[in-house]
């Protein structure tokens, strides 16, 4: 069975400083994966996302960018933490193919990020 | 940008009552999706819409795709303390790949 790992659960980081967040998947190949912030109860924006090894779309111009070295993993980065990049992170992953693609999309647990 | 808006934002009831969230957007969909999530947790898929009009029945909800896929529906009946949470509609971008979000509605169902 697929499932889908998204690590740390909770982090809390000073302003200016730098960010890693991972997500990896088990159990399929050729993924599209993708990375969201969600707001305290709000809905998902979509900031990135990548349905190849090394490619990467982004939905939204920010101080954050992504990074797909292997077919199963996704990573979110930042150089430099401002207080607005706070906020829930979710990463998911969704199968893809012409004719198939109102396919599921499978969230991790997300990650709380606190800047401080 | 294929904007999803949903209303209310937030709607609080007592158990035994029956509600109806929307979701509408200017665009043409060819399908959309609804999810639910719980605090702290990712969202899990409940249903998908494809064809315009199309109904479909999960127990108490009940799914509608608007006749000219711009709109969708979720009526819950008998809403029950379980039903508590973020209901979310989501559509898939004009590039097909990417799954846009509206910004949810809020559930709290009360004893």
């Known amino acids: 069975s697929q499932t889908i790992h998204q690590w740390p659960a909770t982090l809390v980081q000073p302003v200016g400083s730098p960010l890693s967040l991972e997500c990896t998947v088990e159990?399929?190949?050729?993924?599209?994966l993708y990375w969201y912030r969600q707001a305290a109860g709000r809905g998902l924006q979509l900031l990135f996302y990548?349905?190849?090894?090394?490619?990467i779309s982004s939905e939204v111009p920010q101080n954050l960018s992504a990074s797909r070295p292997q077919d199963r993993q996704f990573i979110l980065s930042s150089k430099k933490l401002l207080l607005s990049d706070s906020g829930f992170y979710l990463c998911?992953?969704?199968?893809?193919?012409?004719?198939?693609?109102?396919?599921?999309?499978?969230f991790g647990q997300g990650t709380r990020l606190t800047v401080v | 940008t294929q904007l999803l808006e949903q209303s209310p934002q937030f709607l609080s009831i007592q158990e035994g009552e029956n509600l109806t969230v929307y979701c509408n957007s200017s665009s043409v969909f060819s399908s959309l999706q609804w999810y639910r999530q719980e605090p702290g947790e990712g969202p899990v898929l409940l249903v998908t819409v494809v064809t315009g009009g199309e109904v479909k029945k999960l127990k108490r909800l009940t799914f509608q795709f608007g006749d000219a896929r711009k709109d969708s529906s979720l009526h819950i009946t008998a809403a029950q303390p379980g039903d508590t949470g973020l209901y979310l509609c989501?559509?898939?971008?004009?590039?097909?790949?990417?799954?846009?979000f509206g910004k949810g509605t809020s559930l709290l169902v009360t004893p």
């Open positions: 989501a559509g898939l971008t004009n590039s097909g790949y990417a799954l846009n």
């Open positions: 159990g399929t190949s050729n993924p599209n």
């Open positions: 998911a992953w969704k199968l893809w193919a012409f004719g198939a693609m109102n396919t599921e999309a499978f």
């Open positions: 990548s349905v190849g090894i090394g490619q």
